[in-house]
Nanobody, 123 residues
């Protein structure tokens, strides 16, 4: 499974960005997907996750109500809509694919990782 994240950039506080993660490879469209982020000097942290069928969604408390994860299995793509961005959202964002359809909130729940896309929010 290969994952290609895109959509990062520089945005002012209060702005929006939409990240995309295109997956390829065997059974990639049915796997659970997650977004994680890592800010400079900090550990990688969970952001959002969606099950393979899309019926279970989880968010980190810090992004609840501002970010929305979704998926289009026909396009084999998962999205992260980020609204009301804050400077503390600045990080490299990584998408990940699980071993199966069940979504998790820990990085060891995911077997495959993309290369990351930089999101910078200016104050």
């Amino acid at each position: 499974v290969q994952l290609q994240a895109s959509g990062g950039g520089l945005v002012q506080a209060g702005g929006s960005l939409r990240l995309s993660c295109a997956a390829s490879g065997r059974t990639s469209s049915s796997r659970a997907k997650g977004w994680f982020r890592q800010a400079p000097g900090k550990d990688r942290e969970f952001v959002a996750a969606i099950s393979g069928t899309g019926d279970r969604i989880y968010y980190a408390e810090s992004v609840q109500g501002r970010f929305t994860i979704s998926r289009d299995n026909a396009k084999n793509t998962v999205y992260l809509q980020m609204n009301s961005l804050k400077p503390e959202d600045t990080a490299v964002y990584y998408c990940a694919a699980g071993s199966g359809i069940v979504a998790g909130t820990r990085d060891y729940d995911y077997a495959y990782w993309g290369q990351g896309t930089q999101v910078t929010v200016s104050s």
